[in-house]
């Protein structure tokens, strides 16, 4: 029997406040008027406007033009980061499914040269994406938000090397039985890559979501914005004697952090146990 070790448990209770501490404290802190924030500072007791400052950030209308709101900008969020990871997880498969199963010559070198993108992040090649997204007018669209972001080699390594330890028993028996490579994908990979998919959904969903410098640059127009660049537009607004929105911006962060939340919270036991499985 395993004895339980109070200095361990003391450290997790300390790491837990540490992560959760900030976080309450901004709860808290946007039930408070901005004046009120202003004022004090941030605050750990509640404030009582808690309907009425999420309300107002979900339905008022706002912005430089007085069109755009919160559900909107959350709206925009979740497509891109949907949207950005499903492509990822799409074009990652068929890409790892070519490489392992498809005997072709340089295919190591074609990996390689798929994997050397890691070290060419989106910040790295900005200003040329930027310049191709432009000249094809897909600035201020869903299609120019995500389609750079999908060139990356993370989801196509994990799925390689998930591929790489599927028997090979398994490809033989479906070739036995008639089943071609588009049946053979479609029947048995994807449905053993469930955990692996729901792993690599987790990491690029949240990746995707956080996403501020790209959409920074990519939409100009307000209909596009998402929440993470609505949070810094509110606090922009400082103008003469005018109070930011203390308070909406709280919520706003707050609004940001609940669907990574809830989407590691729901898919935790598949996004371990697809970084973790060995035995396929």
């Not at 900030?22 to 500072?41: C, K, L, N, Q, Y």
């Not at 559900?71 to 969020?77: I, L």
């Not at 007018?137 to 999908?150: S, W």
């Amino acid at each position: 029997m395993n004895r339980v070790k109070p200095f361990d448990h003391l450290i997790l209770l300390f790491g837990v406040f540490v992560m959760v501490a900030p976080v309450v404290i901004a709860f808290m802190t946007s039930t408070h008027e901005a004046a009120e924030i202003h004022r004090t500072g941030l605050s750990a007791t509640w404030g009582g406007n808690f309907v009425e400052t999420y309300e107002k950030v979900l339905t008022k209308e706002g912005g430089f033009t007085g069109k755009i709101t919160g559900a909107r900008m959350v709206m925009n969020s979740m497509i891109l980061g949907i949207g950005f990871a499903v492509g990822k997880i799409v074009l990652s498969m068929l890409a790892a499914y070519a490489i392992v199963y498809f005997r072709f010559r340089l295919g190591t070198l074609f990996f390689w040269m798929i994997f050397t993108t890691l070290l060419l992040p989106l910040e790295v090649r900005i200003l040329p994406s930027y310049e191709v997204m432009n000249k094809l007018g897909l600035t201020n669209t869903y299609t120019g938000l995500i389609v750079p972001l999908l060139a990356s080699a993370t989801g196509t390594f994990f799925f390689r090397q998930f591929f790489k330890s599927v028997p090979d028993e398994l490809l033989e028996a479906a070739r036995i039985d008639g089943a071609g490579p588009f049946k053979f994908f479609i029947d048995v990979l994807v449905p053993l890559s469930k955990t692996m998919i729901a792993a690599i959904f987790i990491i690029m969903f949240v990746y995707g979501w956080n996403q501020y410098l790209w959409p920074t640059l990519m939409t100009t127009d307000e209909s596009f914005f998402t929440l993470v660049r609505g949070i810094k537009q509110i606090l922009l607004v400082w103008i003469g004697s005018q109070i930011p929105d203390y308070n909406e911006a709280f919520a706003l962060a707050i609004l940001a952090m609940l669907p990574p939340v809830m989407i590691v919270v729901i898919f935790q036991r598949w996004f371990i146990k697809g970084l973790t499985e060995s035995d396929k």
